[in-house]
């Protein structure tokens, strides 16, 4: 499995849209197995091309993506395969299905991978135990709280077990609350050995938390600071 749960490495990557705009300049980076580090910047500073680029959703202009040691663009079709269903992702605007209920939200991300039945009567309960809903399965999303979808959206991302977690402004439509509460399992999942990636705005938990924090700026890169802090004003 070492073509997933490898590092992650941007080698001189540039990305320029069709329209002309530079979306990331020239960022050479590397993100170790294990590690939880903050993505930080202004709204169009790149951050979301930046995810983009780790799973494959965009391609470089120029340089390389490396994941597990693997430039993305020369992969075989089994071998993005392979990296989607590793990686976990989870949005601001939960993106849940909703005519399906949360054990079936969840589930669902077990069946596009064709887990068996018995696979994911096991393992669904096991992740809604570890967001604090297992007493909801049978309910619909628009019958939960925002921070009750954030966390389908998140036992979602990781019932799959991925070896990275890439969380895109997770807690930005939560109140401060619901945000330390998802805080709190993302560190939980962090420790259970999953990378994680995430996005913010969140100048008080990136201030408290005090991990690696990756500033972009215009598409460069501004900082790399382990334990750092926010470091824009809002």
Do not use: C
Request: net charge positive.
């Amino acid at each position: 499995m070492m073509g997933v749960t490898g590092v992650i490495q941007f080698q001189g990557v540039t990305k320029i849209y069709n329209n002309g705009v530079t979306a990331l300049q020239n960022i050479n980076i590397e993100i170790e197995k294990g590690e939880f580090a903050f993505l930080v910047g202004p709204s169009g500073a790149g951050k979301s091309t930046f995810m983009k680029l780790i799973i494959r959703k965009e391609f470089p202009t120029s340089g390389q993506v490396l994941v597990g040691h693997k430039n993305i663009a020369k992969m075989k079709a089994g071998e993005v395969s392979l990296l989607r269903r590793n990686v976990g992702f989870i949005f601001q605007d939960f993106k849940l299905l909703p005519h399906k209920t949360v054990f079936e939200n969840v589930s669902f991300a077990l069946e596009v991978i064709e887990a068996s039945k018995r696979e994911i009567n096991r393992q669904v309960p096991a992740v809604l135990e570890l967001v604090g809903l297992k007493d909801k399965a049978n309910i619909f999303p628009s019958e939960l709280s925002g921070g009750e979808q954030q966390r389908v959206s998140l036992a979602r991302a990781i019932v799959n077990r991925p070896h990275l977690l890439l969380a895109d402004e997770p807690t930005g439509n939560l109140d401060p609350e619901t945000s330390w509460g998802l805080m709190d399992l993302l560190l939980e999942i962090n420790k259970r050995g999953t990378t994680v990636i995430m996005s913010t705005h969140n100048k008080n938990i990136v201030d408290k938390l005090r991990r690696r924090v990756i500033a972009l700026d215009g598409g460069r890169m501004v900082r790399d600071e382990q334990k750092g802090g926010y470091g824009f004003e809002d």
